[in-house]
């Protein structure tokens, strides 16, 4: 196992995160390899009183993957990838990224909901649910889960599977790092790719009112196989811009078919009747989709979202006036339509409102710390205008620190009281609260 400390040359460069919004300084950070040394990690911490945040991709919008002055078990150098082709499975350690998870399913013709960023880790993004492209056609990343080895708070190995410690199974469905560090996560695949029929169409700003609901009427008809998201952004100085749209409001549609590509191309021609400038829809490889919303590292991110059942010509106009108001280049607001598998069998997994037709989710995203303030300003803006027409459920992944309410809102009372009382059976001391955090049920 490696340490570093502050007094190392690496250690800024290995506590940084994601977000450049988040900028703490941990005592130490433990690199481990195998689970032996997450247990030895987690030891140290115990015996010397730290705080422990655990870190695997970095993305966590909120900054759960590090802490001030604590312990940062880091997984990243657990890279392993073992793949059975007959039994459709595959085994990842929990440093893997869904770039490298789709890099060694894809040659073999096979895919899993995965996260929208292909840096993006898998352990944190599944833990907490997992919402990804192809969602409508096999739910989401936990739904294809089979099982999930983790060390505990006691440093106890653990496996997780519908058989062995089901409840603590069914709490991984969602309760993200709350029950112990995972270490190995095995799902389900199926049959996708390598090529796919997906891709952007792009649309000048001014159009934006009629293209959501064009967008909403014409999703709401489609198959569980297509997968879309309406993107409101400023357009970039990209060769397939016109130029008269570069720097000005855009709407995009990402598109992505969960099936035959052919079929797939007759499934889109609906969308190009809302007559795009631009139409990058194709058949395309599924590992280079997945990258395409890839966005830079140190900026500063703010993020939220909210679930709806229905979304009225009134909710379609607070999410355009808003994308009006961008606050910057880099920010951006989604509307994605759920459904399908998305609904999933609720008592499968803690997650409240499965049933929700809708998601927005608005990316406040820029270059300096003054503009993450404008940012974080315009998502509260969104959110306090978009409420009269939500459901007042939250997907926590897609969300910052915003207390136990909306915890609470995540899981609804019956399925919280549920994961407090696996809390308590495997952190009755919440060791690990740097995170969403389930508070234990009393003893």
């Known amino acids: 196992m ?37 247990a030895e990690a987690l030891a140290y911490a115990r015996t010397n009183s730290l705080d422990v945040a655990v870190r695997a991709g970095g993305h966590s919008a909120a900054g759960m993957s590090t802490n001030d002055g604590g312990l940062v078990v880091d997984v990243r150098p657990m890279k392993s990838i073992s793949l059975d082709r007959n039994r459709q499975t595959v085994s990842v350690g929990a440093g893997v990224t869904w770039g490298e998870f789709d890099r060694a399913t894809q040659p073999h013709g096979l895919a899993t909901t995965g996260g929208r960023v292909s840096t993006t880790g898998v352990a944190g993004f599944t833990l907490g649910g997992g919402s990804g492209w192809l969602e409508r056609s096999f739910g989401f990343a936990c739904d294809n889960l089979l099982s999930v080895d983790l060390v505990t708070a006691a440093g106890e190995r653990v496996t997780a599977s519908a058989h062995e ?17 995972a270490t190995e996560l095995t799902f389900k695949l199926h049959e996708l790719g390598p ?5 952007l169409m792009l649309w000048p700003g001014d159009a934006a009112r009629d293209l959501a609901r064009g967008y909403r009427d014409l999703t709401l008809a489609a198959p569980d196989a297509v997968g879309t998201a309406l993107v409101y952004l400023t357009a970039p100085p990209e060769p397939f811009v016109p130029a008269e749209m570069v720097g000005r409001l855009a709407v995009g549609l990402v598109y992505l078919y969960a099936g035959d590509a052919g079929e797939g191309a007759e499934h889109a021609a609906p969308f190009r009747e809302l007559a795009p400038a ?32 229905q979304l009225t010509d009134e909710a379609l106009d607070v999410i355009v ?4 108001n961008l606050p910057g280049p880099h920010s951006q607001s989604l509307l994605v339509r759920w459904g399908g598998a998305v609904s999933g069998t609720p008592d499968a997994t803690p997650l409240q409102n499965r049933d929700a037709t809708w998601v927005s989710h608005p990316f406040g995203i820029e270059e300096t710390p003054e503009g993450g303030e404008d940012a974080k ?7 306090h205008d978009i409420a009269p027409y939500a459901t007042g459920g939250v997907w926590l992944n897609f969300v910052g620190d915003e207390g136990q309410a909306r915890i609470r809102a995540a899981f609804g009372d019956e399925n919280y009281n549920r994961l407090a009382q696996v809390k308590r059976a495997f952190d009755p001391d919440n060791f690990f609260r740097g995170n969403q955090n389930i508070l234990p049920a009393p003893a």
């Open 321 to 324: 006036d808003s994308a009006r």
């Open 377 to 383: 300003a315009w998502v509260k803006r969104f959110r």
């Open 2 to 38: 490696k340490w570093v400390r502050p007094d190392q040359a690496d250690y800024d460069e290995t506590r940084k995160l994601f977000n450049a919004m988040i900028d703490r300084r941990p005592a130490v950070i433990a690199q481990c390899a195998d689970p032996g040394e997450v």
């Open 278 to 309: 631009v139409d990058l829809v194709g058949a395309m490889n599924y590992t280079d989709f997945q990258c395409m919303l890839d966005n830079a590292p140190d900026q500063y991110n703010y993020w939220s979202a909210d679930y709806h059942d």
């Open 195 to 199: 090529t796919v029929q997906a891709g």
């Open 165 to 181: 410690n089901p409840e603590l199974f069914w709490a991984l469905h969602g309760g993200g790092g709350n029950f112990g560090v």
